[in-house]
C-alpha cells in the first residue's frame, strides 16, 4: 500500500530497478534468524513505497560459527551469500559485496539489526528523490555513551586526519550508507589492500548527504570491536590517507634540534665569558631521552608507513572467495575472484 503521493510517483519511476543490500556478518549465528526476518520486512517495504526489487548480499567474513547455515535456511526471496576463504576485516567483506552488486542503489547494513528498517527507507527515499545524490550516509547522533576520552581521542584523529585534505571524513559515520550505481562502481575501483572506507567514501566525493540516527541495540551476540583493534584501525587510516603525522614529527623534530643547538651556544658563551662550568650530567641526560624518544616514536610511524607501502607493493589479491550460494547465483558462477582492475 502507499499511502504518500511521493512514494505513489517514486514507485513508478523505479519500477524495474535493483536495490542491492550487503551485509557483511562474522559469528553472527544469534542474529541470523532475526536479520532474515527483518530481510523480508525490509524487501517489502522497499517495494510497496519505492518499487525498487531487492536484492541481499550477505558476506561471510571467516565465520565459524554455523551462521552461514542460518542464513541459508532463513533467508528469502533474492539473496546470495559469499563466503570469503577467512576473516579478512568487515571493510574489506564490503569490498566482496560490492564486487558482487550489480543494482542500481546500493545498500550497506550490519547483520546485528543495528541500523535499523525506518532509518534505512528514509536513507532510500532521500537518494531517490534527489538525483543530484549519490550518497546518503548515517551519523551517529552522540556518542554520549561514550567515555569523555574516547570522544576527545575521536575527536583529534578526525581533526588530525581533515588536515589540509581537499575532502572531509565526516566524524561519528560508519559504513550505514545508501549509494548510486556509480558511486558503487567508483568504490570498487579503490583497490586499497589497507582499507579505511570512511576515508574511501570521503576520497570518492559526488554529492553526499548525511542523516542522523541512534544505532538500535545489538540484538544478540556481541561486538567485534576491541580497544586494541580499534587502535590498529586508526593507524590505518593515518597510514593511508594522512601525512600530517609525519609532518607534525618533523616539524617537532626540527623545533628539539634547534633548541639543542641554541642552548650548546648558552653553554659555550656561559664558559667563555663568565667561566661557570657547566654541570654535565642533568643537561646531557635530558638531551638523551628527548632526542632518543622523539627517534624511535619517529621511526616507529615511518615504519608504519612502509608497512602500508608493503602491503599494496605485494599485489596480493584483497581477498579470496571461497563459495558462492543462493537462489540469486545460478547466472553467475564464480571459483575464485580476483581484483578487476587492471593495474599498472
Ligand atoms: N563484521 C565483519 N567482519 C569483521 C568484524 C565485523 O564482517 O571482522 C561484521 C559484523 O558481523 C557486523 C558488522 O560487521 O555485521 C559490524 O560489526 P560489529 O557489530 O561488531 O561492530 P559495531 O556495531 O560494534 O561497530
Ligand atoms: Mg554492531
Known sequence: MTKVMGFKRLAVANKAKQL?????????AESAIHFARMAVELADAVRERFGLTTRFILVDDGSTDNSVALFETHMNGDWKLLSLSRNFGKETAILAGLDHSEGDYVLLMDADLQHTTDVALDMISRILKDPELDMVYAVRANR???RLLTRWFAGTFYKIMNMG?????????????????????????????????????????????RIEYMPAARKAGATKWSKRKLIAFSVE????????PLRILSVFGAFVAILGFLYGIKIILEVL??????????SLMVAVL???????????????????????????????LKSVSGPAVQQTAVSQEMPRTTEA
Not at 177 to 204: C, E, I, P, S
Not at 301 to 306: A, F, S
Open 20 to 28: 542491492d543490500v550487503i551485509v557483511p556478518f562474522l559469528n553472527e
Open 237 to 244: 587510516g593515518f597510514t593511508s590517507f594522512s601525512v600530517v
Open 290 to 320: 628527548v632526542i632518543g624518544g622523539l627517534n624511535l616514536a619517529l621511526v616507529g610511524l615511518v615504519g608504519e608507513y612502509v608497512w602500508a607501502a608493503l602491503s599494496e607493493a605485494k599485489h596480493r589479491p584483497i581477498y579470496i
Open 165 to 209: 585534505q581537499r575532502y572531509e571524513i565526516p566524524e561519528n559515520a560508519g559504513d550505514f550508507r545508501v549509494m548510486t550505481k556509480r558511486f558503487a562502481a567508483a568504490m570498487r575501483q579503490l583497490r586499497d589492500r589497507k582499507r579505511f572506507n570512511k576515508g574511501l567514501y570521503a576520497w570518492t566525493g559526488f554529492r553526499q548527504e
Open 144 to 146: 554520549e555513551d561514550d
Open 273 to 282: 665569558f663568565s667561566g661557570v662550568a657547566v654541570p654535565g650530567y642533568p
